[in-house]
Each structure stands twice: as structure tokens, then as C-alpha cells.
């Protein structure tokens, strides 16, 4: 058709250039498909995998009793020892994959967000959805009159969020300023609720929400991590397809526009994901929304270019369990909640992305 | 316009089209063709409505009412990657992501015709070495655009359009924050991409720049279009005193001979 014409118009030049783009290679399969990989995505994600091989493996084997790797691995199979079985399959392992899976979630919800945002600080976090999911889920903990399982109430919390911010940030969309700073105050607003909640009930209630106000492993409440199970399974195919689109929207709307993005619908599909998994890891390790900042951020400097959504589940994983790892052994027989070794680790972390970059954008 | 016997040939058309923000209507009733394989130049003061007019040929802004028709269809009601197929666009305010480098950024003029299971073909290879070539960048091909002048940024942003391989080409001004040398620089490039058959439509904001590298001008005034044609016959005093409400006096420049303005003073 028309474009046919106009390519026989167009000489072309004699190239000797290289048949795979730099930094690539090409997968040719049949029936003229291509698929491009990425060299330093791909080796930085082996990376992070074995990293999470090595530090799963440390989190079975450490903790009040120390198991040998054998052991613990027998363990997992139900073949070891009693009493190694008991302390893997019934107390470790659970607690690593809930780990994993909520570090996971959180890291991708995160990346999808920081790409539609083109913000590097944009976090689900930062626009409010884990303190919407938090003050929910104590809602629930503490009594208020509307009450389903803190795992729902923290998913409706979430939306809840998402679609104030998104009601008060008016026709800004998801771009600029507006829609952060306008983000931080519904955040800060859900964060006072938790505080005012607490603070008006009997000591023993507060305490028995307090894991849902500074994020740990040790409090999962049954069924969620199965429900965050479900979610990655979707989440994860649903990203991916996404990634292509994702890198084209690192650019201005025009340019993305005439390179023939929907634009608006890739934004959709992204907020959304990034809110379901933000809030379904909620309801599994409570709002450590700093590893939606972290994990993006380690995967970026990583892979180099791109949008690494992938490596950035790897390294939110591996953060995840890792802090755990530490909270778990700082000083037994009390363990640090794992949200708070993320945030002495993000804390200052986030100092340093902001003092080091000039730019925002992912 | 009315001296025009046949209708030219024109791939892109507006039919009564209105554009507007809110409640501020800033296009009426526009009707206008843009003649294949020229260059054309939308020209006019401040506010007059022709970066609104290149958004809207881009369906960049959803129209009030008309419509815009590629290849006589209504260009928001053919699906966005058939139109990146047939249309690039150069905007005003380009930046690339942190870091990346002259290739990279051209690899994404191929993205209309990619897919998932397409993402680099022998055709890909050879048309991105291509527009490396024709804009002149085959040695700073592994540059970061950040490092790059302003010159040498646009001529990538333009070699990522040529690579998108559309038959039409937008630009946004596409000279407006460069030097004297510069401007020529990209002209001379984006005359070269007219002169293989692609119709070029650009913002232009120099008058003179105008009349020297386009074959057809379209003189825009609060919204509307006061004269469409060849610079040389359609640029008088009288034009531009009624575009910028100045005065002047008109010569022909006596190397190329296009129109230059001396003399200009308020009216």
C-alpha cells in the first residue's frame, strides 16, 4: 500500500553495520521472528538470581537453631531430621517465600510506577496506596464498624488511594508534580488515620495491629500470601507484556504518541498492576513500600538501560529476604520487623539518589 | 487558493476542522491540503495557532469538530500504529531518556513496526545505518545525546523520524534554540528527506527561513489561514503587515533569490 511505495522511493545506503544492535543479541526463530536480549539485563539478572539462591539458602539454614544446608534443604523436603523439618517447612520457608513474593510485588509495583510517572522517587508508597492498604487493614484490626479481613480491607485501601490521588490530582493524569505532591498529602492523611486509630483503642488491640504499621514477615495472615501467589502469576506475564511499551513512554507523550503507543491505555494497564500488587503485598509483610523505591533503583543500576521490570522483582525479592535475614539475626532472641531494616537501609539510600542525580526520570 | 485549477495531490487534508483548549477556540472551520513530496511551512505571529494546528495533524489534540483525514480518513479513527506507520513527528520540546546514545534513540523510530515476536529484522538494521547516514551521524553513533550540541540532538531526533519511514513528516520547529549554522544544518537535511518523496509540514517561526527552504507556505492569523502558496508568489507588504502588523519592504535575496524582509519597522 502506501507505505510500500514510499520504501521502494528510499535508497539504501550500503551498510556494514552489525546484525544485532550493541549491547544485544538476536534470537532469530523461525518464520522471520526476532527477539532481541539484552546483554547486561540478562547477565544482571543471573546475577540477582544467584544472589537469591545464596540468601534463600541462608535464611532456611540461620536463626535460633543454625541448620547445616543439607539439612535445611532436606528439610524442605520433608526429609530430614523432625526437628529441622518442623523449623523449615513450618517456620522458615513459609516466612521466605512470603518474602520473596512480597518483595517481588512491591519492587515491580514500584518500576511500573516510576516508568508512567517518569519519576524515579514515584512510588506506589509515595502516592499513598501502602498507607491507604495500612490504615485499612488496622481499621479492620481495631474494630471500626465496616470489617471484612485486613487482607481485603488493606486491597480497598489501596484503591481507595490510588482514586483520591488520582480524583484530586484532576487532569494532571499520572504526569509531573502535581500528582506526587498531591499523592504525599492522601498518604500523609491515611498515615494520620493509623495513628489516630491506635491511639484511641485498649493497649492489646493496638499492639495486635502494630505489625501492620511497620511491615514484617512474622504476622502473614493466612490465605494472602497464596492471593499475592495468584497476583505475581498474573502480574508477572502482564508486566512483561508491558516492558516493550514502558520503554517507549520514558519519552514526552508526542514522541510516544506518534510512535504509535496508546498512551493512555499503557498508563492504565501499568497504574493498575502497580496498585493490585503494591496493596497484595501489603496484606502479606504490611507497608514496606521503601522496597518499591529500592528494588527498581538497584535493578537500574544494574541493567544499565531499559525498563527493568524483571530485575527489579529479583532485587526487591532479594532485599526483601536479605532484611529479614538481618532483622531475624540483629538480636535474637528479638527480631526487628523486616520494615524496619528496609527503612534503615532506605532511608539514607534515598539521600543519596537524590543528592547524586541531576535528572528524575527512570 | 482560488487561482489553483485541479486539487493537488494530497495525502494529509483538514475538512472543517476545529480545534480548541477548553472553553478558548483556537481553529475554526479550517480547510487545508498539504501537497505531497513538497515542503511546507506554516508560518505566522506569536499565538496564532500553528503549533496547535501541527498537534492536531498529529492527533496529538482531539479535534472540536472536522476532522483530520490521512489518505481520507478520519486520522482518530485509524488505529495509532497505522497512523506511526504514515506520520512521524518531530515536537518542540524533545528529551531522551538519561543516558541514551544516538543509535538507541533512532532503533525507536522502528517501533511502529515492531512487534513482540518482530523485534529486529535485516530491514531494521539497514534502515536505522540508513538514516545515521543521511542526517550525518555515523561517527557519534555511540554518543550519549546528553553529551551531544544542540545541533547534533536535533539531527538525531530528525534521523529517528526518518527512520520511522513515514511517507509524512511533522516538525515542530525544528530550528527554533539552534545558531545560524545549525538551522542550516537541519534544513539542508530535512530538504534532502522532501527531495525522496516525503511530504514535509513544519512550524516554521522565521519568515525568511521559511521562504527559502519551503515550497508552499501557509500563513496562519488568529486561527485562521490568510494565504496558502509558493513563497514567492503569496509573501507581499501587505501580507506581513496584516501577519505582524509591521512594515517593510521586500527584496530578493540575490544568491537564492527567495523573498528577505529589509527595513522593518512598526506599522
Known amino acids: 500500500m502506501h507505505g510500500v511505495d514510499h520504501a521502494l522511493a528510499f535508497n539504501r545506503v550500503p551498510v556494514s553495520a552489525p546484525m544485532a544492535p550493541d549491547g544485544t543479541w538476536l534470537l532469530r526463530l523461525p518464520g522471520k521472528r526476532s527477539v532481541l536480549i539484552d546483554r547486561r539485563a540478562t547477565l544482571a539478572s543471573l546475577l540477582l538470581i544467584g544472589l537469591l539462591v545464596i540468601t534463600s539458602i541462608l535464611s532456611l539454614c540461620l536463626g535460633t537453631v543454625t541448620l547445616s544446608p543439607g539439612e535445611a534443604l532436606a528439610g524442605v523436603f520433608g526429609e530430614g531430621p523432625a526437628m529441622a523439618n518442623f523449623m523449615v517447612s513450618q517456620l522458615r520457608l513459609p516466612r521466605l517465600v512470603a518474602g520473596l513474593l512480597a518483595g517481588a510485588a512491591f519492587a515491580m509495583g514500584g518500576c511500573l510506577m516510576q516508568s508512567l510517572a517518569r519519576n524515579r522517587l514515584a512510588t506506589p508508597g509515595i502516592i499513598g496506596i501502602d498507607n491507604g492498604a495500612t490504615a485499612f487493614a488496622v481499621a479492620s484490626v481495631v474494630g471500626m464498624t465496616v470489617s471484612l479481613a485486613p487482607p481485603a480491607m488493606a486491597l480497598i485501601g489501596g484503591a481507595t488511594a490510588t482514586a483520591l490521588t488520582f480524583g484530586l490530582a484532576g487532569g494532571a493524569g499520572t504526569r509531573g508534580y502535581r500528582f506526587i505532591v498531591i499523592g504525599i498529602g492522601v498518604g500523609a492523611v491515611f498515615g494520620s488515620l493509623t495513628q489516630l486509630m491506635l491511639a484511641r483503642v485498649a493497649i492489646d488491640v493496638a499492639n495486635a495491629a502494630f505489625p501492620w504499621t511497620v511491615g514484617t514477615l512474622n504476622a502473614r495472615p493466612a490465605g494472602a500470601v497464596t492471593t499475592l501467589a495468584i497476583g505475581l502469576l498474573i502480574g508477572v506475564p502482564a508486566g512483561m507484556g508491558l516492558v516493550r511499551s514502558l520503554a517507549v513512554l520514558r519519552f514526552a507523550d508526542p514522541v510516544a504518541i506518534s510512535l504509535g503507543l496508546k498512551v493512555g491505555r499503557i498508563r492504565f494497564l501499568a497504574l493498575f498492576l502497580a496498585v493490585g500488587l503494591t496493596a497484595l503485598a501489603v496484606t502479606v509483610a504490611g507497608p514496606v513500600g521503601l522496597v518499591g523505591l529500592m528494588g527498581p533503583e538497584i535493578a537500574r543500576q544494574l541493567s544499565g538501560r531499559g525498563v527493568p521490570l524483571f530485575g527489579s522483582a529479583l532485587a526487591g525479592a532479594l532485599l526483601m529476604i536479605l532484611s529479614d535475614l538481618v532483622g531475624r539475626m540483629l538480636m535474637p532472641p528479638l527480631e526487628v520487623p523486616v520494615g524496619i531494616i528496609v527503612a534503615v537501609i532506605g532511608g539514607p539510600y534515598l539521600l543519596w539518589i537524590l543528592l547524586r542525580s541531576e535528572r528524575m526520570t527512570p | ?267
Open chain 2, 1 to 267: 487558493m482560488s487561482e489553483e485549477h485541479a486539487v493537488p495531490a494530497a495525502r494529509l487534508r483538514t475538512r472543517g476542522l476545529h480545534l480548541a483548549y477548553g472553553d478558548a477556540s483556537i481553529i475554526e472551520d479550517m480547510n487545508l491540503c498539504f501537497p505531497d513530496a513538497q515542503v511546507t511551512a506554516i508560518v505566522g505571529p506569536n499565538g496564532c495557532g500553528k503549533s496547535t494546528l501541527l498537534a492536531g495533524l498529529a492527533r496529538l489534540h482531539a479535534p472540536r469538530g472536522g476532522a483530520v483525514l490521512l489518505d481520507g480518513k478520519d486520522i482518530h479513527r485509524l488505529p495509532t500504529r497505522e497512523v506511526a506507520r504514515r506520520v512521524a513527528l518531530l515536537p518542540q520540546d524533545t528529551q531522551a531518556p538519561e543516558g541514551m546514545t544516538v543509535s538507541e534513540l533512532i532503533r525507536f523510530g522502528r517501533q511502529p513496526h515492531q512487534g513482540w515476536l518482530r523485534q529486529w529484522s535485516d530491514e531494521d538494521r539497514d534502515i536505522v545505518a540508513h538514516a545515521l547516514a543521511v542526517a550525518d551521524l555515523q561517527q557519534l553513533a555511540q554518543r550519549s545525546l546528553d553529551s551531544m550540541s544542540g545541533g547534533q540532538r536535533q539531527r538525531a531526533w530528525i534521523a529517528m523520524a526518518i527512520a520511522q519511514q513515514t511517507p509524512l513528516l511533522l516538525l515542530d520547529e525544528p530550528t527554533s534554540a539552534l545558531d545560524l549554522g545549525h538551522q542550516l544544518e537541519v534544513f539542508e537535511l530535512i530538504r534532502r528527506q522532501a527531495h525522496t518523496g516525503t511530504t514535509v509540514i513544519m512550524v516554521v517561526h522565521d519568515l525568511a527561513s521559511a521562504c527559502r527552504f519551503a515550497d508552499n507556505l501557509v500563513a496562519m492569523h488568529a486561527g485562521r489561514v490568510i494565504a496558502q502558496g509558493p513563497p514567492d508568489r503569496i509573501i507581499t507588504p501587505e501580507l506581513i503587515r496584516e501577519l505582524y502588523g509591521v512594515e517593510c519592504t521586500l527584496l530578493a535575496d540575490p544568491v537564492t533569490g527567495t523573498p528577505i524582509l529589509a527595513g522593518v519597522r512598526r506599522a
